[in-house]
């Protein structure tokens, strides 16, 4: 707890910000083993330390489950929000080359792109990740037009949302506002059809 009242508000707000936009695909990429379930519900208790250890076992256990390494990398990113500000960018680093490692292990794989992509939105600017969070949650789209089967539809609207986020913070509005109405257009009644009309409305 001492570290936690040493840590800019920004980094404790980072960890909320991953979990909340993670939590939809919490039962889809969680799948595979019951340590990955195990270690995302660590992670949505906020119980970092937990989380990366839970994770650290399913992939030496599993050395071939991209769901694993992928949520390791974001719950080691996470961890910058709990640890003193001098040690924060070192857990961010260290997050995102588990994560790369992840992407360049499972090129196939949706999760791998779908975890670096949102983690990468919510890191704070000075790491420069916009463009990361752009060119992986594009790569989802690009899998799931090439072959419905690769990517789980529930995702999809979440991944238009969180597309059209990454734009916005990339200083791209008019990309933005195209990922949120083809995510709106495509799926009218999802649960994230209200946060891409507050969206639109702000731009």
């Given at each position: ?197 507050r969206e639109l409305r702000?731009?």
């Open positions: 707890m001492r570290n936690l009242r040493r840590t800019p508000p920004g980094w404790l707000v980072l960890i909320v910000l991953v979990l909340c936009a993670l939590a939809p695909l919490d039962e889809i990429t969680a799948q595979g083993t019951d340590l990955v379930a195990q270690g995302r519900q660590a992670l949505d208790a906020k119980k970092i330390d937990e989380a990366i250890g839970i994770f650290e076992r399913a992939t030496s256990t599993d050395g071939r489950n991209p769901a694993a390494l992928a949520w390791l990398g974001s719950a080691q990113v996470r961890k910058a929000g709990t640890v003193a500000p001098m040690e924060a960018a070192g857990w961010v680093k260290r997050g995102f080359d588990t994560m790369d490692e992840a992407v360049e292990k499972f090129p196939e794989a949706f999760v791998v792109y779908l975890v670096r992509g949102i983690t990468a939105i919510n890191v704070p600017e000075m790491f420069h990740k916009a463009p990361v969070a752009v060119k992986d949650l594009s790569t989802v789209v690009t899998m799931r037009q090439a072959n419905a089967q690769a990517v789980p539809e529930a995702v999809m609207p979440n991944v238009y949302l969180q597309l059209g986020l990454a734009h916005k913070r990339n200083k791209q509005p008019g990309e933005a506002r195209a990922a949120w109405e083809k995510g709106r257009a495509l799926y009218p009644s999802a649960p994230e059809a209200q946060a891409i009309e702000s731009l």
